[in-house]
């Protein structure tokens, strides 16, 4: 009987695990959609919008960007559909790095604006129901802030709050030597020598910006007090600066190997070594779970981290798993680093980047997908004007969140600065030669808002970079006002992205060529979407259900293609037959599938 009883009970838990299985079959693995959330945090139904605050709006007419700048923007923002806004540093700072170096944590710099602006600013974005993330920025201080003051004194109790170390001897003039060989990412030693204390202190990126040592405990609680004071300021969450830097090992008198396939014979620059030593140290992921933990203490915060040319699995590692959460995502640079630039983008690389982050990413994990920001170049410069909008359509339409750099809405391309005008520590430090292969002031130039002085930007009569040349043409108040534009398709997809197909229907990719990638959205009960693009530079003529992977009906209606494309046969509304499309270069076309009866 017992057995009998036994055999039934197993029969039924496999019949019931068959039935289960088909079903998990029929709607889609979480890997092909994304799992079905029953509430989304905030961080997973917007796009996330980073605002480099020197170069949004400039209120008070000195050329540079601030807080009140930006609050005069809130409407722009808000129209265009972004929902969460990330401010890049707008603390106190000399601005060696261009406020990457911070003087004081918990303040406003007087360039910006006040603590009362800012609080505008966060109203006047919450009042308007988007959300706003802070930068946090651990690694590393200024060498103003009074912490490095005081710790240079060895006043304590901030003697130990920084990285600092001996020499390893002295050289024939007497030169004190650094302890070890590592490099900054700027270029040059990572040791620069203070007199006063006479010991050498490790900075990671420019001698302003002296590291902070993280095997101190005080200084791991002031930095989540950092976070407290900027949470109990009702911000939203945070974009993590620089992590990989946070620890190296301890023992300081070893030497980083040379790297073999660097690409350099300059000894002085970043990539000349392999940084064993000084980059992803497992200590990191105590300190970001104590941080976790922090946010944890208040409801809906986000924590987006920085992970910049790691290896997948490592990067992976920043989610963190079900028992430890670390970051609701790191950063998803492959775009960046995979397809430099457009004789990179082929269908095929589009398929192998997307795969290459969605196959790595941890099970119940969300993803993200990043085109650009204040550190590398403008897409439009990349891949060309003419992908603009394909890929703000693929970025937007893809499951995951967003993440758009100021001014791609608009597809602003690069600004030539001369020598002269080169603001940026990491151009500077190459010096006239050089500066153009690493400055990152291209990107920063002012965000172009009409065909008036100054692109807008300002009510004064300089800007702290030049606005580009273009600006009559590419600018916020035309593209609003053309028939066809980027900003109009970014914004049409802004809304789009909110219908369910997208928010959590399934993803398949089912025509991928050379020259084609296609992504289809789609969910039992909804309308399914493709999106089709034209990685080439060549106009293209594709049979779709010849190379389509899936069944595809004959036709479709256009509900949105890029700005290139002036055909009459792709005006959106037009049904297109599927066997036959054509496609201008870098074209993106976003159809709506007519299913047959
Ligand atoms: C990454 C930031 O994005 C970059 O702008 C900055 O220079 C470094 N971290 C150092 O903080
Ligand atoms: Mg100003």
Partial sequence: MANKAAYGALFALLFLSAIFVTVICIIGSPRDGLAHHESFPFWQRTIVYQVYPRSLGDSDGDGAGDLRGISSKADYLHGLGVGTVWLSPVYPSPMA???YDIADFVGIDPLFGTMADFEELRAALHDRGLKLMMDFVPNHSSDEHQWFAKSKRREEPYTDYYVWADPKGFNETGQPIPPNNWLSVFRGSAWTWVEERQQFYYHQFL???????YRNERVREEMKNVLRFWLDKGVDGFRVDAITHLFEVQDLSQDEPVASHSG????LDYGYLNHTLTLNQPETFTVVKEWRDVLDQYPDKAMIIEVFGEEIEEVMKYYGNDSVPLADFPFNFLLIEHLRNRSDLTGFALKD???????????????NWVLGNHDYGRVASRFGTDAVDALNMLVLLLPGTPV???GEEIGMVNTFISWEDTQDPQGCRYGPEHYQEFSRDPERTPMQWDNTSFAGFTKGNSTWLPVNENYKEVNVKAQLQAEESHLKIYKELAALRKEEPFVRGHVAYPVVTFEIFSVMRYLEGYESYLLVINTSEGEVEVDLHHHSNVELPPSAVVILRSVTDTSNSTVPGSVVKLSELILVPGEGLLLNLIEEE
């Avoid at 350099?264 to 000894?267: A, H, M, R, V």
């Fill in 97 to 99: 790095d261009f406020g």
């Fill in 404 to 406: 758009t750099y100021n």
């Fill in 264 to 267: 350099t014979d300059d000894p």
């Fill in 207 to 213: 001698a302003k910006q002296p590291d902070l040592n």
């Fill in 353 to 367: 980047t997307i795969d290459l982050w969605m196959d790595n990413m941890p099970e119940g994990k969300w993803p």
